[in-house]
């Protein structure tokens, strides 16, 4: 059971770049999050998915984009990477109240 | 939107005694609260939730309190031990049927030997 699995773990991009940040849960849970953290802003959500099919707007989702099509998977496209986009990224995945956080992707834009 | 302050940004503690994070919400009245712990370079790992019908919940050597009055929550590590030296954050839903997961910024906790 690997739980939440994120990749890469790391990545430089240029500005205006695009690359996907990968996400798989072997729990079947039905909900699956992307959030960005911040040196001392805390974890900030992205967007969100309540199952296959369905995803949703967090609180910071411009330049960003999702797709779920199965109950495993849920990756976060960067479109035209900026710097304000350099930050470390979790997915988390959960059933109920508690979620479950992946290793993290530690991305940089130059 | 919900608001959650971490009052402290690091806390220092001497092993042995009994560690002490404040968390303070506002806005919405959560129905639970949830602390989380997360060690550097790696993601958050869930610790315990309470709700608001719960005074208090123990889980070994940790206790997290919850006061409705105050709008508060308080997570206690007794006998700390340099192990247990890690960022503890707090989170809340952000409203009633939300499945936004609203997080503070994380008490820095260092236990020193």
């Known amino acids: 059971n690997a739980g939440v699995t994120q990749t890469p773990k790391f990545r430089i991009l240029k500005i205006g770049q695009s690359m996907t940040l990968q996400c798989a849960q072997d729990m079947n849970h039905n909900y699956m999050y992307w959030y960005r953290q911040d040196p001392g802003m805390g974890l900030k959500l992205i967007y969100y998915?309540?199952?296959?099919?369905?995803?949703d707007k967090g609180e910071v989702p411009n330049g960003y984009n999702v797709s779920r099509s199965t109950t495993e998977d849920f990756p976060l496209r960067l479109e035209l990477a900026a710097p304000s986009q350099t930050s470390v990224y979790f997915c988390a995945s959960g059933d109920s109240y508690e979620q479950y956080f992946g290793p993290g992707t530690r991305l940089t834009v130059t | 939107s919900q608001k959650i302050e971490q009052n402290s940004e690091a806390l220092n503690i001497q092993e042995g005694k009994t560690a002490t994070l404040t968390c303070n919400y506002t806005n919405y009245s959560p129905a639970y609260l949830q602390w989380y712990r997360q060690d550097p370079g790696r993601g958050p790992v869930f610790l315990l939730l309470i709700r608001e019908n719960e005074k208090e919940k123990r889980k070994e050597r940790l206790k997290v309190t919850f006061d409705t009055t105050l709008k508060q929550s308080l997570f206690h590590i007794t006998a700390s031990q340099p192990a247990d030296s890690a960022t503890y954050l707090c989170?809340?839903?952000?409203?009633?049927?939300?499945?936004?997961?609203?997080f503070g910024k994380g008490t820095k906790l260092s236990v020193i030997p």
């Open positions: 998915s309540v199952g296959a099919g369905i995803t």
């Open positions: 989170a809340s839903y952000s409203g009633a049927g939300s499945y936004q997961l609203t």
